[in-house]
Antibody
Framework: QVQLQESGPGLVKPSETLSLTCAVS?????????WGWIRQPPGKGLEWIGS???????YYNPSLKSRVTISVDTSKNQFSLRLSSVTAADTAIYYC??????????????????WGQGTMVTVSS | DIQMTQSPSSLSASVGDGVTITCRAS??????LNWYQQKPGKAPKLLIY???SLQSGVPSRFSGSGSGTDFTLTISSLQPEDFATYYC?????????FGQGTKVEIK
């Protein structure tokens, strides 16, 4: 069974960089799939942050692109998120997830099929 | 960005009721629409992908339909474990977006 586990500081100061890691077990990142980060401010909805392929190819939400870096370490079977210049608006639960491509009628449809439990990150001085 | 609007924002229903949640996209997204269920304190769970395909292990009382801009998630007979918040997600554009969520509460 695929399992994902986020880790990182729960408190980050404004203007600093948020750094999180997602450790994957039960599946080798090198075998394929994209891997993504999604966040959820307290009591609010979901926001996709960005995704990375095992090769290192990335794509990001344009609203965050200037501040986001997602990287992968296949030797450790994990991938990471860095979000710079954080403000209180970046306070959220951060989830990592596996992004699977489903073949439906000859077209590929992406969806997040396995998720980590999430980690709360608060931006405050 | 493509905006996803769900309705209603919340609803109350009883065990055994049929429930329908609607998701409307601000522009056509073909069938690039997923549905997730989220319970308090838990990560979202994929229910439906490609608008109408049931994810493995998801009970058959869940179904999805629609294409273009209008989509529905239907729960044929609500069970106690179905009380949760449901989100739609479009993956048509390069910027994926979610609906604001629909909370299904016990009447």
């Amino acid at each position: 069974q695929v399992q994902l586990q986020e880790s990182g500081p729960g408190l980050v100061k404004p203007s600093e960089t948020l750094s999180l890691t997602c450790a994957v077990s039960g599946y080798s990142i090198s075998s394929g799939y994209y891997w993504g980060w999604i966040r959820q401010p307290p009591g609010k909805g979901l926001e996709w942050i960005g995704s990375i392929y095992h090769s290192g190819s990335t794509y990001y939400n344009p609203s965050l692109k200037s501040r986001v870096t997602i990287s992968v370490d296949t030797s450790k079977n994990q991938f990471s998120l860095r979000l710079s210049s954080v403000t209180a608006a970046d306070t959220a639960i951060y989830y990592c997830a596996r992004q699977r491509k489903y073949d439906s009628g000859g077209y590929y449809h992406d969806a997040f099929d396995f998720w980590g439990q999430g980690t709360m990150v608060t931006v405050s001085s | 960005d493509i905006q996803m609007t769900q309705s209603p924002s919340s609803l109350s229903a009883s065990v055994g009721d049929g429930v329908t949640i609607t998701c409307r996209a601000s522009q056509t997204i073909s069938s690039y629409l997923n549905w997730y269920q989220q319970k308090p304190g838990k990560a979202p769970k994929l229910l439906i992908y490609a608008a109408s395909s049931l994810q493995s292990g998801v009970p058959s009382r869940f179904s999805g339909s629609g294409s273009g801009t209008d989509f529905t998630l239907t729960i044929s007979s609500l069970q106690p474990e179905d009380f949760a918040t449901y989100y739609c997600q479009q993956t048509y554009s390069t910027t994926w977006t979610f609906g604001q969520g629909t909370k299904v509460e016990i009447k």
